[in-house]
């Protein structure tokens, strides 16, 4: 796998590499300040997606997989997703109390937030049918953007192999002997882990909070970076996290505003489906052995 990931680059796939990693990063901590600089991040984050089509091929395996196998990894992926980041709040929850006290309150205020904005008309008041129409606009405009930055969040995924490239590149050019024998795994961990303190850190640049606030968001995020930076090694799939990523976000947002427990009743749903497809998977494949089997004595 390093060695499809540390393939020559160009430097047009370099500079565009170093765009959405280091470039969107100081552009992130600026949004904190300018409304433009927090466009300009969208629209690195929309454009990492035709950069991702290229940094897909460094990923994958060469075999090819059918749809029942996509679908149960993806399942499976998420379902690890869901478990990891459990145990990573109730831990937060215990070990950085301040902010996971701060944070529910944002989410209570900016929920709360929106849900004042359209509550334009006193509840006793009857409602014409226009101003019902401007209520379902304005709820709509909410969620949507939320779900629209969820979408995105997925994306940076592509950030998160970018930099692993680059670390690795890094790590080739530094250590060329160790490099030349092939014991490079200890490389892709230390990628991997960098890239999760990074995941960290970004989620607190374009905000100003207490230091036990900061402490907590980044051991926090750094620890779901993990995972997603696990997921993405073991599935060599770039969009499969992407859409792991996309989901459990807009899973989340959606918990926000309607239904708190939608992430544990997808899982739930997930389950059964997941066992399914495997019984399913485990039987093609014993049949197919079957056929090979029979094929073999035929020959004999």
Do not use: C
């Not at 937030?113 to 019902?132: F, R």
């Amino acid at each position: 796998m390093t060695k499809n990931l540390t393939a020559p680059i160009s430097k047009q796939l370099l500079l565009a590499l170093l765009t959405i990693t280091i470039g969107a990063e100081l552009i992130l901590y600026l949004s904190g300040y300018s409304q433009l600089a927090g466009t300009i991040y969208d629209a690195i984050m929309v454009s990492s997606f035709f950069i991702g089509l290229k940094l897909h091929r460094r990923l994958h395996t060469g075999i090819k997989k059918t749809k029942i196998q996509h679908t149960r990894q993806f399942i499976g992926a998420f379902l690890l997703f869901i478990l990891g980041s459990t145990f990573i709040n109730i831990y937060s929850s215990y070990a950085f109390q301040d902010f996971s006290n701060d944070y529910e309150q944002y989410v209570d205020s900016y929920t709360e937030a929106v849900s004042d904005e359209s509550d334009i008309i006193e509840p006793n008041e009857p409602m014409e049918p226009v101003d019902k129409m401007w209520e379902v606009i304005d709820e709509i405009d909410a969620v949507g953007y939320d779900i629209f930055t969820d979408i995105l969040a997925g994306l940076e995924e592509v950030w998160r192999l970018a930099y692993i490239i680059l670390i690795l590149l890094v790590f080739k050019k530094i250590f060329p002997r160790r490099w030349k024998k092939g014991r490079r795994d200890i490389f892709v961990l230390l990628a991997l882990f960098v890239t999760s303190v990074l995941f960290g850190i970004d989620h607190t640049l374009s905000s100003v909070q207490s230091w036990q606030y900061e402490i907590g968001a980044i051991v926090t995020f750094a620890n779901m970076g993990l995972l997603f930076g696990l997921i993405l090694l073991w599935t060599r799939n770039l969009w499969m996290t992407v859409l792991v990523h996309s989901v459990y976000d807009i899973l989340a947002t959606l918990s926000w505003y309607y239904f708190e427990f939608i992430v544990e009743i997808a899982a739930l749903i997930f389950i059964p489906i997941y066992l399914v497809l495997l019984a399913i998977e485990n039987k093609q494949v014993k049949k197919s052995s079957d056929i090979v089997v029979s094929e073999d004595i035929a020959k004999a």
